[in-house]
């Protein structure tokens, strides 16, 4: 095995502990850490939760002897931070560790580390290898690069629709049922969308139709903040600016259909969730009109789940 085939080996292990941060990281970036030393780990961490231990201080401090990191290299999935925020910076501690190697995965877009982490220790005689699943790593933290890069935040669109495209029945009061097409399995896993989103948005007529609770009954977590959208509020380039300037990162947006294609035709998305059930609704509301980049199709309860990207 080449020396790249186990760089990409451990990154990848990386990777996988990273993502247990999903709930407790953000608005932080999801990280991980392994610490190999004569091809063997002998230390694994990750962002567990935002304000406490970064993943290589817990990777750095699960190791049982430490005179080994003086012969180690250490993996981590994004650029080690060289500023002091609410901890101290992960660039100095490998710098005060002596270990000698550091593999990461991408450099890190935050405006206070930005390449800086690298500079730091590739000026205290470390080797520095930068770019091992450069894409994977970017991927897993897709929000917090969005969110740093473009000063909005991630916007997940979703809906659900019948077989023939429709999203609803035409409706004009609250006393009139919505169409439902939703299986008891697939909303738990809506809720499970929503528990991944510090804010929730809907338009006025959805509201004032349906009185949605926008919860995460069905699932364990945080039910994201919610947000009725009105005309008479501003743009949506207003309402962009407005959530970055909260520190908001991830936005899911719900619907209806004329919110949800204004989303679009402003291109003002990132990724769609498109549940369809398997039965024709006739008429109604047509659902939106969306192009973009396939993703994974998923057959659930019998509803397919289809994710869509956006070609940037």
């Known amino acids: 095995m080449g020396n790249r085939e186990i760089d990409e080996r451990y990154m990848r292990r990386c990777l996988q502990l990273a993502h247990l941060g999903i709930h407790g990281a953000p608005p932080n970036p999801m990280v991980g850490a392994v610490v190999v030393c004569d091809g063997r780990i002998i230390g ?5 939760h935002c304000g406490q231990a970064h ?3 817990n990777a750095i401090r699960s190791v049982g ?31 005060d560790k002596r ?24 000026q205290a005689g470390i080797d520095v290898t930068v770019g091992v699943l450069e894409r994977e790593c970017l991927w897993l933290n897709r929000r917090f690069v969005t969110f740093h890069t473009q000063h909005r935040p991630y916007i997940t669109l979703k809906w659900a629709q019948s077989q023939d495209g429709f999203i609803d029945r035409h409706r004009t009061s609250a006393d009139e049922p919505a169409a439902r097409f939703s299986t008891p399995v697939t909303q738990a896993l809506v809720h499970k969308l929503r528990a991944e989103n510090q804010t929730i948005l809907v338009g006025r007529r959805t509201w004032e139709l349906d009185r949605p609770s926008l919860s995460v009954r069905h699932w364990h977590g ?54 369809t059930a398997p039965f024709a609704l006739g008429n109604g509301v047509r659902s ?11 057959l659930i309860d019998g509803n397919i789940i289809q994710y869509i990207y956006k070609i940037s």
């Open 65 to 95: 002897d430490p005179s080994l990191l003086r012969r180690s290299t250490i993996y981590v999935s994004l650029e080690p931070c060289a500023h002091y925020g609410k901890t101290p910076p992960c660039a100095q501690l490998i710098i």
């Open 44 to 48: 694994e961490g990750y962002h567990e």
């Open 222 to 275: 945080q039910s994201p903040r919610p947000i009725v959208l009105s005309k008479d509020r501003g743009s949506l380039a207003q309402l962009m600016t407005a959530l970055y300037e909260q520190q908001v990162q991830t936005l899911l947006v719900e619907g209806g259909a004329q919110t949800l294609q204004s989303f679009i035709d402003a291109g003002l998305w990132d990724e769609a969730r498109i549940e």
């Open 99 to 122: 270990i000698p190697r550091v593999v990461a995965g991408c450099r890190d877009p935050f405006a206070k580390v930005d390449g800086r982490g690298i500079s730091m220790l590739r």
């Open 288 to 298: 939106p009109q969306i192009e973009g980049r396939n993703g994974e199709k998923l």
């Open 55 to 57: 993943a290589e201080v």
